[in-house]
């Protein structure tokens, strides 16, 4: 049975969103905090082989940019991994290997998770990663938290989620602030 990781990158009050749609203002927010050191925790912490589990629009945001991304750790994992997608256009999966997860997506992602093989990693995809958290389907949660302050955006923990218990596995910091946190699903929140 294959792990559900959910690895993000967002502000100190949740916000996960980085692009400059639906009148967000502050897209590319990450940028300032980037460093070769940074990249190289967010490398190992992907791991060597992984598959990815995404929603549509992080699919589309993705096959726009990584399969050009030229020879790097990050870009041959990402490009090499094979991407399960929540779709309803499966026939446009173009950036592959690739497969939709079917019209019921939690019974796809039951499906996958039941298989043999490498575990399976979900970023961006807001709509993917509450549903995965409602729905008690994640095993690991990795936070890149950065020193800032958004105020609005996408928010990583949705209103919807049911309260749970994380424990802290470990943590780790870039010489710009950046937080990267990694914790282990624990269950129901205990009262």
């Not at 399969?67 to 090499?80: K, T, V």
């Not at 209103?159 to 780790?172: M, Y």
């Not at 870039?174 to 946190?181: F, I, P, Q, R, Y």
Request: hydrophobic share 45%; proline share 5%.
């Amino acid at each position: 049975m294959r792990k559900i990781r959910i690895m993000e990158h967002v502000s100190l009050d949740g916000v996960m969103q980085h692009e400059n749609d639906d009148n967000f203002a502050h897209g590319n927010w990450t940028t300032p905090y980037r460093t070769p050191a940074g990249l190289a925790a967010v490398v190992e912490a992907y791991g060597t082989r992984f598959d990815l589990l995404l929603g549509r629009r992080t699919y589309d945001a993705w096959a726009g940019f990584w399969p050009q991304a030229g020879d790097s750790p990050m870009a041959n994992g990402l490009n090499a991994a094979t991407k399960y997608v929540a779709t309803h256009r499966p026939d446009s999966l173009a950036w592959g290997p690739a497969q939709a997860l079917g019209a019921d997506i939690l019974a796809g992602v039951h499906s996958v998770k039941a298989t043999d093989g490498p575990d399976l990693l979900v970023c961006g995809s807001s709509t993917l990663t509450s549903v995965l958290l409602e729905q008690g389907l994640v095993d690991e949660v990795v936070l890149l938290v950065y020193p800032v302050l958004l105020g609005r955006g996408k928010r990583f923990f949705s209103d919807r989620a049911a309260p749970c218990e994380l424990a802290l596995v470990s943590t780790q910091a870039t010489a710009t602030g950046v937080l990267l946190n990694t914790y282990r699903h624990v269950g129901a929140l205990r009262a």
